[in-house]
């Protein structure tokens, strides 16, 4: 998640013209803050046009994982694209399920993440664990649960995201599922009521509503202190560590069976776990490299929260989405 792509102008790196006579292109399909000026996708395709020598990488920048997932619905075989970057864990088996990508051949003994990675269609190129961050200035002492959260005073309000359209908001749909089983539906009620107010999308709720003190906790990334600390030089806003653990999300990238640049695909995907890649992800996108970086990771990454990960399957979370959905509207409903 690019924090520098929402507070400054937005400049997507849209897939425009056409290569020139001879070049080899690759369209990756990503995330409008991916590609910002900002954010980690032009020090990228930089780094791999260098690289490949004679290509030409395209991005084409869409809202979001949820949207990439649609576009490929739409396109199926006729789609435009070589490779999508955005797909988190939780949209895989939807993903699969079209049968449009294909295996990604690359080297995963290099990967760093809380869990063991074995697909062989999805790549790993980032994580985070989803948080509540809290202003300082306004709460001293944070909810150190799920628990406590629920039972907070009610003036203690809190900005969240849809799950249908956020992939923030249905971290926390998993989150709660994960945590309170069938007791969901009461824990989104007494949650509700702290709730301030749901956005469509994490920007709207981050940057617009909490960064402007219109509540003192926003659901978010347990990185997103990273960006304040090293970029603002400032420690005012944290993530609050809860006893329950927090549920992960892993974000990937994925090849098309249909791509007419296979083999400079896999050359893409393998360069995703390599330092000229993966140097650019912790500030640029505010997440956790998927690689070990040592002495190249920002210091400030030291001191974030570092929370017990919490998941389901993909396969678990496509077979039951709708109908936590459904528990989650129900309670909002009552």
């Known amino acids: ?20 006579a001879g070049e080899r292109s690759l369209t990756v399909y990503t995330y409008d803050s991916f590609v910002s000026e900002w954010g980690p996708g032009p020090a990228i395709e930089e780094a791999f046009e260098a ?5 030409d990488l395209r991005f084409v920048a869409l809202d979001g994982g949820v949207d990439i997932l649609q576009r490929l619905r739409l396109e199926g075989q006729d ?24 295996p990604h051949g690359a080297d995963t003994s290099a990967l760093d993440l ?17 948080a509540f961050v809290y202003d300082t200035e306004q709460i001293a002492e944070p909810p150190a649960s799920l628990a406590e959260l629920l039972e907070a005073p009610e003036d203690l309000k809190v900005i969240l995201q849809d799950p249908r359209t956020s992939v923030t ?6 989150w709660i599922k994960h945590v309170y089983g069938d007791d969901a539906p009461e824990a989104w009620a007494r949650l509700n009521e702290r709730v ?28 997103s202190p990273a960006y304040h600390m ?14 329950e653990g927090h549920y992960l999300q892993v974000e990937t990238a994925a090849m098309l069976r249909s791509s007419d640049e296979p083999e400079l695909a896999r050359d893409f995907l393998a360069f995703m776990l390599t330092p000229d890649f993966q140097r650019h ?25 570092d929370p017990d990960s919490l998941t389901f399957t993909p396969e678990a979370v496509h077979a039951n989405r709708r109908a936590w959905i459904r528990e989650w509207l129900n309670a909002a409903a009552r």
């Open 230 to 243: 090293a970029v603002e030089e400032s420690d005012r806003y944290q993530a609050a560590e809860f006893a």
């Open 51 to 55: 690289r490949c020598a004679g290509c």
């Open 1 to 20: 998640m690019n924090y520098s792509a929402v507070l400054g102008a937005v400049a997507l790196s849209l897939a425009a013209g056409t290569a020139t």
């Open 196 to 223: 301030l107010t749901v956005t469509n999308g994490w920007s709207q709720a981050y940057f617009s509503l909490f960064m402007n003190g219109e509540a003192p906790m926003v659901l978010s990334y347990a990185t």
């Open 169 to 174: 908001g249905q971290g926390l749909l998993l």
């Open 114 to 130: 809380p869990i063991e990675w074995d697909d062989e269609t999805f790549l790993p190129y980032d994580w985070g664990h989803f």
């Open 79 to 102: 789609s435009g694209a070589d490779l999508v970057l955005g797909l988190d864990m939780n949209l895989m088996a939807e993903a699969r399920g079209l049968d449009l990508l294909a």
């Open 281 to 305: 992800i912790p500030l640029g996108n505010v997440m956790n490299p998927a690689i070990d970086l040592g002495a190249e990771l920002p210091t400030v990454f030291e001191r974030l929260i």
